[in-house]
């Protein structure tokens, strides 16, 4: 996790209003991100994952209510930019984005080229198309597609290669920052492992910083520095690598790693019994506490972040 941050999220809350209310997506979330490491943040569907991205990168829909803290990119606060500032220097230029579903994200009509070249003629980054279409080329070299797709429309490529196109347009800007939600989640396992591989051609050529949202453990554990675990909305664990999936902390980290299954040792494959909390109206005291196996007396009040001394944190009593 590293001394020298260079992203630091601080008590970072997203809530959005709904028919029946407000609910309550990211709530006080803080980490901070070193240069050149992959933060990998893992959890189930539903826990928030997505709008804590959407909250650093402020991509938010029309019904947010509620959107509070710091987001602190190179020692100054983003935040505080208005929506135009952010859009004209930190979005693209700073920090980029892979979404999750890559032909989402791509014009259908669109040739392949322009679409990867535009990043740079929008930010005044090339002098001229032809500059700029050099740059697309550069980044495609990069992440492994056949310069003679640049030519093609997004429909006439397969998904493995639509997802590069995504990666392609998310690094032709040289960010500082590259985040991906579930990049290998539409795919099969073929194509996953040569989208992984790609990242982690990527990582070792540029050094990127990378945040990973993922809810599969074993892709997590091929690029991740660090792990962040969330649950119902809060980051209940953040541990670099190594020991996490050596010996994770939270019970709820716990459960996780023990439903993946091993190619070196058999093991009884667990699961989570239940299902997570509403973000509408979250449980007072541990989120987790219906579905934990250790769950105690004091489980029933909202337990605190505890700094293990090494650099690892969890939110959970049993630590205390």
Known sequence: MG?????????????????????LAVDGVSFGLAKGRTLVIIGESGCGKSSLIRGILRLLPNNV????????????????YTDERFRQEVRWLQMSFVPQAAMNALNPVIRIEDQVAEPLLLHKLAKSKQEALEGAREVFRLVGVPLDFLARYPFELSGGMRQRVAIATALVTSPSLVVLDEPTSALDVLTQASVMNVLKKIKQELDSTFILITHDIAISSELADDVGVMYAGQLVELSDANRFYSSPLHPYSQKLMASV????????????PGQPPSL??????????KRCSKVFGKCSKEPPEINMGDGRRVKCWLYE
């Open 3 to 23: 001394d020298q941050q260079f992203l630091q999220i601080n008590n970072l809350k997203l809530t959005f209003r709904v028919n029946v209310g407000e609910v």
């Open 261 to 272: 299954p091993t190619l070196r040792q058999k093991k009884e494959l667990e699961f989570i």
């Open 65 to 80: 209510h509620t959107y509070s803290g710091n987001v602190m990119l190179d020692g100054v606060d983003v935040m505080k």
């Open 280 to 289: 509408y109206k979250p449980p007072t005291g541990c989120r987790f506490a």
